[in-house]
């Protein structure tokens, strides 16, 4: 019984990457792509406001949450503008 289990985990496993690896050459997890790129210049965003407070810089009075780098990627991200368009090409 024990036995029947390792031949059919590897295979289900290489199955579910080849679908992965299908969907990924298609375009089909672009928009995937794009949300967590979103995310992570969000993310940026905030260390480097937390950097800037550190700095002994205020929120709102020294600088405007949209000037900051990593706002600005995440607006060009969600809007397909400039390198940032398509992210996925910088993952590999």
Known sequence: MVNNYLFIIPIV????????????????LNPIFEKI??????AEAKAE????????????ED???GEISGNQ???MLNENLGDMGNIRKGLL
Not at 49 to 60: N, R
Request: hydrophobic content about 50%; cysteine-free.
């Open 13 to 28: 496993v290489a199955i579910i990457a080849v679908a992965f690896g299908i969907a990924y050459q298609t375009g089909a």
């Open 63 to 65: 600088f405007l949450k």
């Open 37 to 42: 790129g979103v995310y992570y210049f969000k």
């Open 49 to 60: 406001e937390k950097k800037m407070e550190a700095q002994g810089l205020k929120e709102g």
């Open 73 to 75: 990627k995440a607006n």
